[in-house]
């Protein structure tokens, strides 16, 4: 039988396509949102027996808060964290917080459906090889651990940060030339060139990238910066980066 549940993640595209997915495969999605700010008034007015929550960030302070209060007021709703490569602080903070599984973003559909069963059972939806990574780390950590979203940040020009940004929250093409001020084509011509940079296949896989190794945090106020800088052309006028 199909999970009652809701969907909710800082980027909108994210949250439709795993809703979509999830529907698909005979699950009721009640509602997919963004942001994840608003995420504890709309699982405790509609009441989902799971909500996945999707976080880019889960060791800063504060951003399991949604789900300390919608354990508090709604304590039968199931909460299952997507985020990405945990460190041990993030797991322990989701599960402190009262969640009862974590999903990597990356994980397969078939993966986010068991995370779903076993919570609404009220089982731990955590994979094993999360506990032993989060275990090896503490045990072992890093000296100078990887950041694989500083790295692929520094590929990208600031442009195309502003691009990366607006295909993240779902900007078609034409909505990135006109927020942009470029052609449709030149538009196009950023999107393929930040798709190749990362080494993916679709604007989806590049979002899902960006959000899972905390790059759109980063991204931000880059792209703000660039946006800023930018002098709005016409739609027929060449970019300076085509």
């Given amino acids: 039988m199909g999970v009652r549940l809701m969907v909710v993640d800082d980027h909108r595209l994210l949250a ?21 700010a608003g995420a504890a008034d709309l699982v405790i007015s509609r009441a989902p027996e799971v909500c996945l929550i999707g976080t880019a960030t889960p060791a800063e302070p504060g951003t399991f808060d949604p789900v300390v209060r919608i354990k508090r007021e709604r304590p039968q709703v199931a909460v299952v964290v997507l985020g990405p490569v945990p460190s041990p602080r993030g797991i322990a903070a989701a599960f402190a917080a009262g969640a009862s599984g974590y999903v990597r973003h990356d994980e397969r559909i078939e993966g986010v459906e068991r995370a779903l069963m076993k919570a609404r059972a009220g089982e731990a939806a955590v994979a094993p090889a999360l506990l032993q990574g989060a275990f090896a780390e503490l045990l072992n950590p890093a000296a100078q651990p990887d950041d694989e979203g500083q790295r692929l940040l520094q590929l990208l020009t600031p442009r195309e940060v502003e691009v990366l940004v607006r295909v993240a929250d779902g900007e078609d093409t034409r909505l990135i030339a006109a927020g942009m001020g470029i052609a449709p084509s030149t538009a196009r011509t950023h999107v393929q060139r930040v798709l190749m940079k990362l080494g993916v296949g679709s604007r989806l896989e590049a979002a899902a990238l960006a959000a899972r190794t905390g790059l759109l945090d980063r991204a931000g106020p880059i792209a703000t910066a660039s946006a800023a800088a930018a002098t709005p052309a016409s739609p027929d006028s060449p970019d300076p980066e085509s």
């Fill in 16 to 36: 439709e396509a795993l809703a979509s997915a999830l529907k698909l495969r005979g699950h009721r999605v009640l509602a997919a949102a963004a942001p994840a």
